[in-house]
């Protein structure tokens, strides 16, 4: 057992027993960043402050929620938009957050992609990171359902259809996602269960798993250039604060990005309170009905690359075609292909030249 001695303080006793201040400095005050970075850096704490605004405003709605096929529209569209107190503003704050969280993940994956952040030792930052953007797209679909109006209802129609594979015809597989013949209420509670419990301990999860793939080979600059973190650590410690090439996550890094985070949350609210239209499909506020299909079937902004490359095409080529984009999306695949045939190569015991092979023959 641990020897533990009287504590001084309540930070001294949790921290025998919970290593407080050692989980500070691997995770803040000696975490070191890279100076020679630029504002784009900011933007993973822009989406966990996003992600933040997205679990409050969602707790407040799930309050007067109601999951039920006959209820659903009502609740949100009379009861939280006109009964219950800054409904308005909750509904505001979550659908706005829902649209905006893609542009910064949008910005956040390509920075990543034109610096170079996916390439040899950052390989699960990429990783983690695209199956963070799964699982977002995943909790932005499952939250489009509940609503219940006329998009909620033929985008999951459309949507779970794609699971019948084209050709294969894998309509039960379709029938058990729904739980029905057609979207009804097995359907809207199932999304309820994913958009409000699953998906997002799923995404808090992944975050807890890039921060973790973060911490070995550390934030990528935009030189290009590789860090002696280690030296330079020391040379910051040792008082040369100039001189060194990094500098502590907190509050260092975390100082400008607070800034960055201050006039994004300035834009944000000015969107919620005065051009929160974009967010809020206006076919969406007539109630779902099975017989009446909307002249145009179409998703959110954010989903709009996706969509254009499934139309052009037959539903085969179509799927095809969504899956080469995958694959080049997820190019750091590509990337750890190459890193484990190296691996396999430097492993395997070295090639037979021709002159031994002729030595071999002659004994």
Same mark, same amino acid.
């Given at each position: 057992?641990?020897?533990?001695?009287?504590?001084?303080?309540?930070?001294?006793?949790?921290?025998?027993?919970?290593?407080?201040?050692?989980?500070?400095?691997?995770?803040?005050?000696?975490?070191?960043?890279?100076?020679?970075?630029?504002?784009?850096?900011?933007?993973?704490?822009?989406?966990?402050?996003?992600?933040?605004?997205?679990?409050?405003?969602?707790?407040?709605?799930?309050?007067?929620?109601?999951?039920?096929?006959?209820?659903?529209?009502?609740?949100?569209?009379?009861?939280?938009?006109?009964?219950?107190?800054?409904?308005?503003?909750?509904?505001?704050?979550?659908?706005?957050?829902?649209?905006?969280?893609?542009?910064?993940?949008?910005?956040?994956?390509?920075?990543?992609?034109?610096?170079?952040?996916?390439?040899?030792?950052?390989?699960?930052?990429?990783?983690?990171?695209?199956?963070?953007?799964?699982?977002?797209?995943?909790?932005?679909?499952?939250?489009?359902?509940?609503?219940?109006?006329?998009?909620?209802?033929?985008?999951?129609?459309?949507?779970?259809?794609?699971?019948?594979?084209?050709?294969?015809?894998?309509?039960?597989?379709?029938?058990?996602?729904?739980?029905?013949?057609?979207?009804?209420?097995?359907? &809207?509670?199932? =999304?309820?269960?994913?958009?409000? *419990?699953?998906?997002?301990?799923?995404?808090?999860?992944? #975050?807890? %798993?890039? /921060?973790?793939?973060?911490?070995?080979?550390?934030?990528?600059?935009?030189?290009?250039?590789?860090?002696?973190?280690?030296?330079?650590?020391?040379?910051?410690?040792?008082?040369?604060?100039?001189?060194?090439?990094?500098?502590?996550?907190?509050?260092?890094?975390?100082?400008?990005?607070?800034?960055?985070?201050?006039?994004?949350?300035?834009?944000?609210?000015?969107?919620?309170?005065?051009?929160?239209?974009?967010?809020?499909?206006?076919?969406?506020?007539?109630?779902?009905?099975?017989?009446?299909?909307?002249?145009?079937?179409?998703?959110?902004?954010?989903?709009?690359?996706?969509?254009?490359? &499934?139309?052009? =095409?037959?539903?085969?080529?179509? *799927?095809?075609?969504?899956?080469?984009?995958?694959?080049? #999306?997820? %190019?750091? /695949?590509?990337?750890?292909?190459?890193?484990?045939?190296?691996?396999?190569?430097?492993?395997?015991?070295?090639?037979?030249?021709?002159?031994?092979?002729?030595?071999?023959?002659?004994?």
């Amino acid at each position: 057992m641990a020897h533990f001695t009287k504590a001084t303080s309540i930070k001294d006793w949790l921290d025998q027993r919970l290593a407080v201040e050692k989980l500070e400095k691997v995770m803040a005050s000696e975490y070191w960043i890279p100076k020679n970075i630029n504002f784009l850096w900011a933007m993973g704490m822009v989406l966990v402050i996003t992600f933040a605004l997205l679990l409050v405003s969602g707790i407040f709605l799930l309050m007067y929620y109601q999951p039920n096929v006959d209820t659903a529209f009502y609740s949100v569209n009379y009861t939280i938009m006109r009964e219950v107190d800054f409904g308005w503003l909750w509904r505001h704050i979550h659908g706005v957050a829902a649209s905006v969280v893609f542009l910064i993940i949008y910005i956040h994956m390509f920075t990543g992609i034109y610096y170079g952040s996916y390439k040899k030792g950052r390989e699960m930052i990429w990783v983690s990171g695209m199956l963070l953007f799964v699982a977002f797209s995943a909790e932005a679909f499952s939250g489009y359902m509940l609503p219940w109006g006329q998009m909620s209802y033929w985008a999951g129609m459309v949507i779970t259809n794609l699971f019948s594979g084209g050709s294969l015809h894998a309509d039960g597989l379709v029938e058990w996602i729904r739980g029905d013949y057609v979207p009804a209420q097995a359907f &809207l509670t199932r =999304f309820f269960m994913l958009h409000v *419990l699953l998906v997002p301990l799923a995404i808090m999860g992944l #975050i807890g %798993l890039h /921060f973790g793939a973060l911490r070995i080979p550390h934030v990528n600059n935009q030189d290009g250039e590789e860090i002696d973190f280690d030296v330079e650590a020391k040379k910051y410690l040792a008082g040369d604060t100039k001189g060194s090439k990094v500098m502590r996550f907190a509050n260092d890094f975390m100082s400008k990005d607070m800034m960055v985070v201050g006039v994004y949350l300035v834009l944000f609210f000015y969107l919620v309170f005065y051009n929160y239209g974009f967010a809020m499909d206006p076919v969406n506020f007539d109630p779902a009905d099975g017989l009446k299909t909307p002249a145009h079937i179409y998703p959110e902004w954010y989903f709009l690359w996706s969509y254009e490359i &499934l139309r052009p =095409f037959p539903k085969d080529p179509g *799927l095809i075609a969504f899956g080469f984009l995958i694959d080049t #999306i997820l %190019l750091e /695949f590509a990337q750890i292909t190459k890193s484990l045939i190296s691996l396999s190569f430097a492993q395997s015991p070295p090639p037979i030249t021709l002159p031994a092979l002729h030595v071999a023959n002659r004994v």
